[in-house]
Structure formats: structure tokens, C-alpha cells
């Protein structure tokens, strides 16, 4: 059920035919710009694959007006066995958060249990402070006297604290998109990769995959065989430069007109500081390859890790300047309110929550829904 937006062309206006004697037409009015306000979570595709001698550096809608068209609904069966999936996952987080309304009374018990409840699951001290002062502030105002209101109130204000985190990964806007895939080791880089290039490939988009976990051969191999089972290229050296791994990747897809290039890395973490050059220095090579490129640089966070993510979250941006986060292993997570302190504390767009192995398990964040099945 994953769900894309299209980017594709817009269609010229007709101009209406006249007489010959009529006025001359006016002028069409200049396409409207593209959209750049973020709209429903998912991955964006794009276009169809132009021939190569077509492959540009500039963005595609520098070139040519076009506009995002959302992919259609997914089957209602789909939807609900991925909201099920979700709230079964997020289960743990959830059972602390609401057990403590039933049959309560709004008094400081509450709001202390809330606290508790909250900062275990690692929502942080920021974002907890924060949505208690409003939750106290709203059952004032709104004179609330039931706990299932409070409850309600709180659903609120997390749907309004997590919402800037949900944007679509656009896609068909460069050619090719240049994806650079950092993350800590076993956060779950590769898989999420291979998700990805599934789902794209499903939405007609090739993809190539650079090889860069160059520290470990057995990387290498999974990823060159999970290709060669999956029709998708991967490029991979013996010799072990990262760098030169992602610059070949991104040369071979501007000359084959390929439409996303995902390049994998080792996991490292952000105190290994000369590991973090190295991403630096990955990520200086791609844009000799492609002006502009990466386009998106994600960071993988293992949702079990609870506070830590934050520090992560923090250090790759300042090393990387991240563009998207991908939240894997909430299923089975007492943490999952990490969102929150990631909203208060760096919001970065998260693309995309992982609840399993599966591929239908990597899906867009959603922040009703996200919300929806941790508060009901
Ligand atoms: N339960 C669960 N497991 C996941 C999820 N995403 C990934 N995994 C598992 O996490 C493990 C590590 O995933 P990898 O993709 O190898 O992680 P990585 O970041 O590439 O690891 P390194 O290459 O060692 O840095 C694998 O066993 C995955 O199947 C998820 O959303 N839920």
C-alpha cells in the first residue's frame, strides 16, 4: 500500500481555436510554480525514465513546469492491516500512555503519571514539559473534567507536535536523485535500502545502489546478491573507497538515464569523528559527481534506541546536514515517543517508520496515524 506522489509533466492549456479574423489570443498565463509545500507523507516518483542523452543536473522543474499527482488510495483491506500492523508495533509505547487515563481523575497524579509516562518513552525532558504546560493550559481552557478528554486533548496536541515531521520524499525532481544513506551499525541501512528500491521499482522507478559499506565484504556480497535477485544494479569495488564507490554510481545512472541512485554506508557512530569525515567526504564526492547531489541524505535510526536516536540525530546533522530521517524497529519498542523529542529538539522530515522485516513494513510516516495508534 505504499503510496507515491507522481511528478509528472504539466500538460500545455489548449489554446482554443480561432477565426481568422478573431483577436489574437492572450497569451497562456505562466504555469503555476511548483508546489514546494509539503503534502501528505509518502515517497514522490516521478517521471518516466528519460533517454540519457535527456539526463540534466538541474532540477527537473527548473526545466520544465510540472506537478505532483498523488498515486491512488491504497486498497482499504491494505490500509487497515498497515494500521493494525502499526498499533500492534507500537503496542509497548502505547500501553504506558494510556493505561493511566482509565477510570482517572484530572489532578497532579495524572499529570505526574503523564510525565513519567512520557519521558520513559523517551519523548525527552523538552518535548515533555512542553506537552504537559499545553495539555494543562487546553483542560483549563476547554474546562475538560473527564480523563478520556484529557486523553483526547493530548491526541491533539501530539498530532500537532509531530505534523512537521511529515513530508514526502519527492521523487522525480533531479535526475538522477541522489540518495546518501548514513547511519550507526545495524540500524538497519541495508534493509531499509532494499525496502525502498522495491517500492520504487514498483512505481516504475530504476534504481542503482552503491555499494559503500566497503568495511565489511560480507556487505558488499549481501547487497551485489540482493541486487542480482532483484534486477537492480550495484555498483561495488573490491578496493575499499566509499567515495569512489558513490561517484561511480552516480556517473553510471547519469549515463543510463537512471532515475534514483541509493548509496549505502557503513555504520559508524557519530563519535568515531574520523568515520564522520569519511561520510563528509562521501558525500563532497557525489556533488563532483552531480552538481547539487545528494539531493536527500537520510539517516537510519534503530527506534529502540530510545534518547540516543536524538544525539544521533543531532551529530549526523551537523556533520551531514541530513535531509530526511527513516525510524526502523518500532515494532516491539517501549520508546516509540521519540518522535516527539525529535519534533522539539531537530525536526527533521521523517520519511519513513518501520515496523518489521517485511517489505510493506517500511511505510510514509503519518503523524494521525502515528498518533492514532499510540493513543487508542
Ligand atoms: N524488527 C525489525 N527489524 C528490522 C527492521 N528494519 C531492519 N530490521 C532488522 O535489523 C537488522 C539490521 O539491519 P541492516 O539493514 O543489516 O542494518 P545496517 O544498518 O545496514 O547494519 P550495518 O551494515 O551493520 O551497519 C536486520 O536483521 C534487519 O532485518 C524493522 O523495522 N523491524
Do not use: C
Not at 500512555?97 to 497532579?108: E, H, Q, V
Request: aromatic share 4%.
Amino acid at each position: 500500500m505504499f503510496s507515491f506522489f507522481k511528478r509528472k509533466p504539466k500538460e500545455p492549456a489548449p489554446v482554443p481555436e480561432q477565426p481568422a479574423s478573431a483577436p489574437a489570443a492572450p497569451a497562456p498565463a505562466p504555469a503555476a510554480p511548483l508546489t514546494t509545500s509539503p503534502a501528505p507523507a509518502s515517497v514522490t516518483p516521478a517521471v518516466a525514465t528519460p533517454p540519457a542523452q535527456d539526463v540534466q543536473e538541474v532540477p527537473a522543474s527548473a526545466a520544465q513546469p510540472a506537478e505532483i499527482v498523488a498515486a491512488p488510495a491504497p486498497a482499504p483491506e491494505q490500509k487497515r492491516s498497515w494500521l493494525s500492523r502499526l498499533k500492534a508495533g507500537l503496542a509497548k509505547t502505547s500501553s504506558n500512555l494510556t493505561t493511566l487515563f482509565i477510570g482517572a481523575r484530572i489532578d497532579d497524579d495524572l499529570y505526574d503519571e503523564l510525565e513519567a509516562a512520557l519521558l520513559t518513552s523517551d519523548a525527552g525532558v523538552e518535548a515533555t514539559l512542553f506537552l504537559l504546560d499545553a495539555l494543562k493550559k487546553k483542560v483549563k481552557e476547554e474546562k475538560l473534567t473527564e480523563a478520556v478528554q484529557v486523553k483526547a486533548a493530548l491526541k491533539t496536541l501530539l498530532i500537532d507536535l509531530l505534523t512537521p515531521l511529515q513530508k514526502p520524499l519527492v521523487l522525480g525532481q533531479y535526475q538522477p536523485l541522489v540518495m546518501m544513506i548514513a547511519g550507526v551499525n545495524g540500524a538497519g541501512k541495508t534493509t531499509t535500502i532494499g525496502k525502498l528500491a522495491k517500492h520504487m521499482q514498483t512505481h516504475q522507478q530504476s534504481v542503482v545502489l552503491a555499494a559503500g559499506d566497503t568495511f565489511r565484504a560480507a556487505a558488499r556480497e549481501q547487497l551485489t546478491i540482493w541486487g542480482e535477485r532483484n534486477d537492480v544494479t550495484v555498483i561495488a569495488q573490491e578496493s575499499g573507497d566509499p567515495a569512489a564507490v558513490a561517484f561511480d554510481a552516480v556517473a553510471s545512472a547519469k549515463a543510463r538515464g537512471t532515475d534514483v541512485v541509493m548509496v549505502d554506508t557503513a555504520g559508524r557512530l557519530p563519535t568515531q569523528l574520523h568515520l564522520m569525515e569519511e561520510l563528509k567526504k562521501i558525500k563532497r564526492v557525489i556533488a563532483k559527481g552531480m552538481d547539487g547531489a545528494p539531493q536527500e541524505v537520510l539517516l537510519i535510526i534503530d527506534g529502540n534506541t530510545g534518547q540516543n536516536a536524538l544525539a544521533q540525530v543531532k551529530a549526523f546533522d551537523d556533520a551531514l546536514q541530513l535531509t530526511g530521517l527513516v525510524i526502523t524497529k518500532l515494532d516491539g519498542t517501549a520508546k516509540g515517543g521519540v518522535l516527539a523529542a525529535i519534533a522539539k529538539t531537530r525536526p527533521i522530515p521523517v520519511y519513513f517508520i518501520g515496523i518489521g522485516e517485511q517489505i510493506e513494513d517500511l511505510q510514509p510516516f503519518n503523524a494521525q496515524e502515528f498518533v492514532d495508534a499510540l493513543l487508542n
